[in-house]
């Protein structure tokens, strides 16, 4: 079966520092993946996607990048970290169009 | 206007009572629906989808898709403390892999 694994569960980082969330997929290939921040109140945005190794959508512009070094392996990150980048970071995947999106844990970025 | 709607509660019910959670939506292109729960600092996790009309059963779940009215819903039927959760519609039109999300309802079974 298809599993998703994002880390870290939580972290807190000063503004200006540097960001690093990993996402992997297993028990799948091929799989598109997405990168989703959730502020509360304020549901689900889609921050990136990719549909392949190296194809990276962007949906909103901000602070934010993304990079997809393997068939698995989603990584959101950034160069320098804002107040506003705080907020809980969803990573999921699915096999394609009309499948269901399936959400990894989340990291929890609190930026102080 | 946004293009799914969701009231976010929260929903207070007793133990066993049953539950009816809707979104409504204004885009008549989609037509792939589906139905998350998330519990407190975890990820959504998927109950239910569905891509026709009428309704579909799932244990004590029923997902219902009305869509000349636009209006989705989701039925928990005996609810259970276990139950009390965010709920999160989400849609997306035929032959894309773009979900639109309704900002969920909190809902609160209290024994």
């Known amino acids: 079966s298809q599993t998703i694994h994002q880390w870290p569960a939580t972290l807190v980082q000063p503004v200006g520092s540097p960001l690093s969330l990993e996402c992997t997929v297993e028990g799948t290939s091929n799989p598109n993946l997405y990168w989703y921040r959730q502020a509360a109140g304020r549901g689900l945005q889609l921050l990136f996607y990719?549909?392949?190794?190296?194809?990276i959508s962007s949906e909103v512009p901000q602070n934010l990048s993304a990079s997809r070094p393997q068939d698995r392996q989603f990584i959101l990150s950034s160069k320098k970290l804002l107040l506003s980048d705080s907020g809980f970071y969803l990573c999921a995947w699915t096999q394609g169009n009309n499948s269901p999106l399936h959400f990894g844990n989340g990291t929890r970025l609190t930026v102080t | 206007q946004k293009e799914v709607e969701q009231d976010p509660g929260p929903l207070s019910v007793p133990e066993g009572a049953i539950v009816s959670l809707n979104c409504t939506y204004s885009n008549s292109a989609f037509q792939y629906f589906m139905w998350y729960r998330q519990y407190s600092r975890k990820g959504p996790e998927l109950l239910m989808y569905?891509?026709?009309?009428g309704n579909k059963e799932d244990g004590r779940f029923t997902a219902q898709v009305d869509k000349s009215s636009k209006y989705i819903s989701l039925f928990i039927r005996d609810s259970q403390p276990s139950d009390s959760a965010t709920y999160l519609c989400?849609?997306?039109?035929?032959?894309?892999?773009?979900?639109?999300f309704g900002t969920g309802t909190r809902l609160q079974v209290f024994p």
């Open positions: 569905t891509y026709s009309s």
């Open positions: 989400a849609m997306s039109v035929w032959g894309t892999d773009k979900l639109i």
């Open positions: 990719s549909v392949g190794i190296g194809q």
